[in-house]
T-cell receptor, first 113, second 112 residues
Framework: DSGVTQTPKHLITATGQRVTLRCSPR?????VYWYQQSLDQGLQFLIQ???????AKGNILERFSAQQFPDLHSELNLSSLELGDSALYFC????????????FGSGTQLSVL | GENVEQHPSTLSVQEGDSAVIKCTYS??????FPWYKQELGKRPQLIID?????GEKKDQRIAVTLNKTAKHFSLHITETQPEDSAVYFC???????????FGTGTSLTVIP
């Protein structure tokens, strides 16, 4: 167990819908990262937050948004879902968002039908 | 920005043999290089890491080497076992982009 908690574990929805993925970082970690992993693909960086503020942005679609709350948990919102958005979405956390160990949650498997 | 390349994409070895996975990076400002193991449907797990001020690090059957001049780092697994079968990702943390850059992964199969 990495200490990073993601909910829900599985999510099945239809095209055009909106979903919210939730992540609680490890105790003491201030930085949260979101990654997308499609079938048999690598880890695509979406966005990073540090202590509530956006720090870095990757290949995140405009239909996607995220935020980190004062209690440090983070939510990734995916809207106007398309079939191609089906993927495993991982949250990861680190102490301060620098060159420190990065720990991953168990992921949310999103299936868009 | 940083670009991390990983080779090979697939690797099959006999149980007991060694496995080597290689990564190269482009940004000289990268200073932290972790390796992750991901089993099917599971989360990536940190197995070993190395910082730019160190040339080699070992943890039981796993070792990582770093050549800063050539900008490449490698994962070495000795005495491989079937449970080592997984996808392995290398990564580099770049202070330029202030984020982790991941390689494309190596699918390792250890044949009993």
């Amino acid at each position: 167990d990495s200490g990073v908690t993601q909910t829900p574990k599985h999510l099945i929805t239809a095209t055009g819908q909106r979903v919210t993925l939730r992540c609680s970082p490890r105790s003491g970690d201030l930085s949260v990262y979101w990654y997308q992993q499609s079938l048999d693909q690598g880890l695509q960086f979406l966005i990073q937050y540090y202590n509530g503020e956006e720090r870095a942005k990757g290949n995140i679609l405009e239909r996607f948004s995220a935020q980190q709350f004062p209690d440090l948990h983070s939510e990734l919102n995916l809207s106007s879902l398309e079939l191609g958005d089906s993927a495993l979405y991982f949250c990861a956390s680190s102490v301060d968002g620098t060159e420190e160990k990065l720990f991953f949650g168990s992921g949310t498997q999103l299936s868009v039908l | 920005g940083e670009n991390v390349e990983q080779h090979p994409s697939t690797l099959s070895v006999q149980e007991g043999d060694s496995a080597v996975i290689k990564c190269t990076y482009s940004d000289s400002a990268s200073n932290y290089f972790p390796w992750y193991k991901q089993e099917l449907g599971k989360r990536p797990q940190l197995i070993i890491d190395i910082r730019s001020n160190v040339g080699e690090k070992k943890d039981q059957r796993i070792a990582v080497t770093l050549n800063k001049t050539a900008k490449h780092f490698s994962l070495h697994i000795t005495e491989t076992q079937p449970e080592d079968s997984a996808v392995y990702f290398c990564a580099a943390f770049s202070n330029t982009g202030n984020q982790f850059y991941f390689g494309t992964g190596t699918s390792l199969t250890v044949i009993p």
